[in-house]
Nanobody, 115 residues
Framework: QVQLVESGGGLVQPGGSLRLSCAAS????????MGWYRQAPGKQRELVAQ???????TYAESVKGRFTISRDNAKNVVYLQMNSLKPDDTADYYC?????????WGQGTQVTVSS
């Protein structure tokens, strides 16, 4: 069984920064695609950033230049550094990891950008 535990969400003012962390445990079996989705109230879930199976990174257009995804492969941890946050970034952020046959999800961490 694979488990993902997220941390780092919270309330921040516009223009501020937050860093999300996601630790994966269990039988991972190597370096796997990992990343972050988000879902705001009344909106569809959106892929924010990810490491692909080839090791490259992709970002949603709305976060390019502001968010950076990184990882510690030895610890199976993925991070999302979020800078220049905007009210539109307010959402629940979910970490995922993709293993052969299925994806696993974290419980989500709430990010609220408001003055």
């Amino acid at each position: 069984q694979v488990q993902l535990v997220e941390s780092g969400g919270g309330l921040v003012q516009p223009g501020g920064s937050l860093r999300l962390s996601c630790a994966a445990s269990g039988i991972i079996g190597g370096i796997r695609p990992m990343g972050w989705y988000r879902q705001a109230p009344g909106k569809q879930r959106e892929l924010v950033a990810q490491f692909t199976s080839g090791g490259s990174t992709t970002y949603a257009e709305s976060v390019k230049g502001r968010f950076t995804i990184s990882r510690d492969n030895a610890k199976n941890v993925v991070y999302l550094q979020m800078n220049s946050l905007k009210p539109d970034d307010t959402a629940d952020y979910y970490c995922f990891i993709t293993l052969p046959g299925r994806a696993y999800w974290g419980q989500g961490t709430q990010v609220t950008v408001s003055s």
